[in-house]
Structure formats: structure tokens, C-alpha cells
């Protein structure tokens, strides 16, 4: 079976620049979360989606915006790039939320701003 | 909100010994705490997890102890091979609300000598 699956898996953009990142969670996983990971860090939580709704922001600015799609696939959305965003973005599925499934990440999208 | 810190930072073992990696989470609300490795250019992999309902869980070399009133959980590896080389981060959150969230630590790159 397919695993998480994220697309691009590299980026340069420039300050300023808008990004769209794309994230199909693990056949029959409904629930999606999205992470940044700054280099040598752990991941950093900013959402979760599940049913389509948002169930939790993480303390990011509103450049961060995502959506799931009826597909439970997801998008990660940042405006007004800074430098700052230069990090790896992770997408993580799970079966549903709640309940304590596991979170099974993808080997995510690796943004540089410049 | 929840603080997870995490030690060491860095473990270099030689081959067969035992590696200790040490966690402490400040939310008492917290109760599910799994165990990441991360290999170089890949997202993290869930490794192990235990509740709060639980004192110690093993799978095969892997061993979790959970201190729940001191907030303090470990990560346990016996006979380390060189292939459990890694970077390896503990989390916690709460699993009793529709939302989750994990909050990780930073980190400990584990070398493991031949």
C-alpha cells in the first residue's frame, strides 16, 4: 500500500511568492495534519483536517492557510513568503482523530525562500 | 501549551549496547506519547507509542517507559545495530478531543559504531 504522499518534494521560491503544497493521506485515512520542520528541529504542528473541517491551528500567522478536498487529500497554502519559511513541510494521515491512531507522515516537501 | 524537551541531543553507542533517550512533557493533560526515527532525507517513522494508561511497552529491541507523575517517558534500544542510526524525537498530546496535535522534542541523532 501507498504511504502518505506529498508533491513537490523540492521548492525555491522567492520573498514575496505565494506556494501551494499537496499532500493524498494513506487510502482510508480521513484525517490530515500538516508540520514544518526547520532544519535540526523537531516538526512544529500548524494543521489539522478532518471530514474536510479544520480541527486545530497550530501558532502560525494567516500567510498559513490549507484545505482537504472530498478525497481527504490536502493542500498547504503560504502567502508572502519569507525567508523563514525555508523549512520541510510534512503531511501526516491518520485513520480518524480522536482515538489515538497513529500518524503516519510522508516524507515531505522541502521549501527554500530565497 | 504543551513543552516537550528532550535528551541527549547527541548518542553515539558502539555496536550491541544499550542507547537511553530521555523525554519530559509539562501538560498533565497529556496522554499519548510516540516515538519518531527519522532517517536522513525522509520523514519521521512512527517507531513506538504508549498511552498514559500504560507503565512500559515492548516490540522486540524497542522498549517505552512512561512516568506519568514525574511527566517523564524514555526510549529504550538494546543491541543497537549500525542501522538504527538515526535521529529519533518523542512527542506527546492529548488523543481525548476531536483535535491532535503532536508537540515534539528536538531531537537526538543517535550513531550507533560499528
Known amino acids: 500500500d501507498a504511504g502518505v504522499t506529498q508533491s513537490p518534494t523540492h521548492l525555491i521560491k522567492t520573498r514575496g511568492q505565494q506556494v501551494t503544497l499537496r ?8 484525517s490530515v495534519s500538516w508540520y ?7 516538526p512544529q504542528f500548524i494543521f489539522q483536517y478532518y471530514e474536510k473541517e479544520e480541527r486545530g491551528r497550530g ?5 498559513f492557510s490549507a484545505r482537504q478536498f472530498p478525497n481527504y487529500s490536502s493542500e498547504l497554502n503560504v502567502n ?25 507522515f510522508g516524507n515531505g516537501t522541502r521549501l527554500t525562500v530565497t | 501549551g504543551e513543552n516537550v524537551e528532550q535528551h541527549p541531543s547527541t548518542l553515539s553507542v558502539q555496536e550491541g549496547d544499550s542507547a537511553v533517550i530521555k523525554c519530559t512533557y509539562s501538560d ?9 526515527k527519522q532517517e536522513l532525507g525522509k520523514g519521521p517513522q512512527l517507531i513506538i507509542d ?6 512500559e511497552k ?3 529491541r524497542i522498549a517505552v517507559t512512561l512516568n506519568k507523575t514525574a ?26 478531543t476531536g483535535r491532535r496535535a503532536l508537540t515534539f522534542g528536538s531531537g537526538t541523532r543517535l550513531q550507533v559504531q560499528p
Request: glycine share 8%; proline share 6%; net charge negative.
Open chain 1, 23 to 30: 499532500c493524498s493521506p494513506i487510502s482510508g485515512h480521513k
Open chain 1, 36 to 42: 514544518q520542520q526547520v532544519l535540526g528541529q523537531g
Open chain 1, 59 to 63: 501558532n502560525f500567522p494567516d500567510r
Open chain 1, 80 to 104: 508572502a513568503l519569507l525567508l523563514g519559511d525555508s523549512a520541510l513541510y510534512l503531511c501526516a494521515s491518520s485513520w480518524v482523530t480522536g482515538d489515538g491512531s497513529p500518524l503516519h
Open chain 2, 28 to 36: 498533565s493533560a497529556s496522554n499519548y506519547f510516540p516515538w519518531y
Open chain 2, 50 to 55: 504508549i498511552r498514559s494508561n500504560v507503565g
Open chain 2, 58 to 60: 515492548k516490540d522486540q
Open chain 2, 71 to 96: 511527566k517523564h517517558f524514555s526510549l529504550h534500544i538494546t543491541e543497537t545495530q549500525p542501522e538504527d542510526s538515526a535521529v529519533y524525537f518523542c512527542a506527546a498530546s492529548t488523543v481525548d
